[in-house]
């Protein structure tokens, strides 16, 4: 055993995946539960290095894998869990508020969307767990919607063990060069990131347009109105 725990002490020397080897190699399958559990409620903080390097050192001998497994997934949950409540905590109303306050958008805005979230919540919560950044971030609207508890923990389970299963499987196969998972679901975030923006960027320029050509037939009216 201690020449398995030499090997994933040494395979990342420093930075954060020198932090989540420290955590692993101290706390064995807990110590990877905490470090995806603070994953879940800080998104920087990457799952494609925490997941890899425990299945890495699932592969040395360091811990089993069922008990990679196992950690992560309680460990998803549980930094769910805590995202789920805070949603709950803030509230439908302080959304509301907060949301009237915001420039280009309306409230039929994010009325639509509340109604897309109970026709298709528990997809939502489901698949969302196996897509980068939103695998954290889905947990508030669930909150906020008062998703059933049990409910929102069973499809967290399930999301999470699957895309926790991928990655740590990912490492326990590809042994000491576990590191290639993280460039390749680091260009998947990029990816999904980029989307968001154009997104977010088309939303608003179609704000601003439509904002332009109301003000433009109000103005319009008006001066109808004075030459009559």
């Known amino acids: 055993m201690p020449h398995t725990v030499l090997a994933i002490a040494q395979q990342?020397?420093?930075?954060?995946?020198?932090?989540?080897?420290?955590?692993?190699d101290t706390l064995g399958g807990p110590g990877a539960g905490l470090a995806i559990a603070l994953e879940?409620?800080?998104?920087?903080?990457?799952?494609?290095?925490?997941?890899?390097?425990?299945g890495f050192a699932a592969?040395?001998?360091?811990?089993?894998?069922a008990s990679a497994l196992t950690w992560t997934t309680l460990g998803s949950v549980l930094g769910a869990v805590v995202l789920y409540?805070?949603?709950?905590?803030?509230?439908?109303?302080?959304?509301?508020?907060?949301?009237?306050?915001?420039?280009?958008?309306?409230a039929s805005d994010l009325e639509r969307t509340e109604a897309w979230f109970a026709r298709h919540g528990t997809k939502a919560v489901l698949l969302g767990r196996m897509v980068p950044i939103f695998r954290s971030l889905i947990s508030v609207p669930a909150g906020v919607q008062r998703m059933?508890?049990?409910a929102f923990v069973m499809l967290t389970t399930l999301g999470s063990l699957v895309w926790n299963g991928v990655l740590v499987m990912a490492g326990f196969l590809l042994g000491d060069r576990w590191d290639v998972v993280e460039t390749y679901v680091g260009l998947l975030s990029k990816v999904v990131l980029a989307l968001v923006v154009l997104a977010a960027t088309g939303y608003v320029t179609l704000r601003w347009r439509g904002r332009g050509r109301s003000g433009g037939r109000g103005a319009g009216a008006a001066q109808h109105r004075r030459t009559r």
């Open 40 to 54: 879940n409620l800080f998104p920087p903080l990457p799952s494609e290095v925490i997941l890899p390097l425990t």
């Open 85 to 106: 409540w805070f949603g709950a905590l803030f509230g439908r109303e302080r959304m509301h508020a907060i949301w009237a306050r915001l420039p280009l958008v309306k």
């Open 59 to 65: 592969g040395q001998g360091v811990i089993s894998l």
């Open 12 to 24: 990342p020397a420093d930075g954060f995946a020198g932090w989540a080897a420290d955590l692993v």
């Open 148 to 150: 059933p508890l049990p």
